[in-house]
T-cell receptor
Framework: EAGVVQSPRYKIIEKKQPVAFWCNPI?????LYWYLQNLGQGPELLIR????????DSQLPKDRFSAERLKGVDSTLKIQPAELGDSAVYLC??????????????FGPGTRLLVL | AQSVTQPDIHITVSEGASLELRCNYS??????LFWYVQSPGQGLQLLLK??????LVQGIKGFEAEFKRSQSSFNLRKPSVHWSDAAEYFC???????????FGPGTRLSVLP
């Protein structure tokens, strides 16, 4: 079974440029999460989807961050414009959600973003 | 709101020695507890989890953890560490709907040959 897939793995951009990250969850997983992980810290939740609905986006900086999961499968996280402080690893995770073991999250390898 | 603390930022052990990584949590109800490991440049891999039942849980790679409600702790242990165990270890707490998932700050493990 394929795990959570993320792309790109690495991205270097200049500040004020836009950037997008893509995530494809494990097949059958209804819940999808985006996390931000700063260097030397634990991941922090940005947004959680139940199917195509964003059910928790309280920690998403909505002035510059946006996310979508239009068909309830894969998801895109966008930053526009990027700032120097956005340099971090962006992790995507998924879980079965209400269909089963909704408590356990499985993580992708992450996208490492460097803003110059 | 729940929280997780991992008192040790960095631990160094010799290969073959035993290991214990500490985790304390704050949560109002029955917690769902997890340990994840993150190798450099990799995503987080689930080591083990505790939901209910036996308070000593076994995980992958020879790890185990013990839930102690009275101490609000969920410490991770391994009897004999291998060089490949060098990584960052994260404790996390969540609820039974997969919500309110909070990670600790992590403990970096170094293994001496």
């Amino acid at each position: 079974e394929a795990g959570v897939v993320q792309s790109p793995r690495y991205k270097i951009i200049e500040k004020k440029q836009p950037v997008a990250f893509w995530c494809n969850p494990i097949s059958g997983h209804n819940t999808l999460y985006w996390y931000l992980q700063n260097l030397g810290q634990g991941p922090e939740l940005l947004i959680r989807y139940e199917n195509e609905e964003a059910v928790d986006d309280s920690q998403l900086p909505k002035d510059r961050f946006s996310a979508e999961r239009l068909k309830g499968v894969d998801s895109t996280l966008k930053i526009q414009p990027a700032e120097l402080g956005d340099s971090a690893v962006y992790l995507c995770a998924s879980s079965l959600g209400r269909a089963g073991d909704q408590e356990t999250q499985y993580f992708g390898p992450g996208t490492r973003l460097l803003v110059l | 709101a729940q929280s997780v603390t991992q008192p040790d930022i960095h631990i160094t052990v010799s290969e073959g020695a035993s290991l214990e990584l500490r985790c304390n949590y704050s949560y109002g109800a029955t917690p769902y507890l997890f340990w994840y490991v993150q190798s450099p440049g990799q995503g987080l891999q689930l080591l083990l989890k505790y939901f209910s039942g036996d308070t000593l849980v076994q995980g992958i790679k020879g790890f185990e953890a013990e839930f102690k409600r009275s101490q609000s702790s969920f410490n991770l242990r391994k009897p004999s560490v291998h060089w490949s165990d060098a990584a960052e270890y994260f404790c996390a707490v969540g609820d039974d709907y997969g919500q309110n998932f909070v990670f600790g700050p992590g403990t970096r493990l170094s293994v001496l040959p």
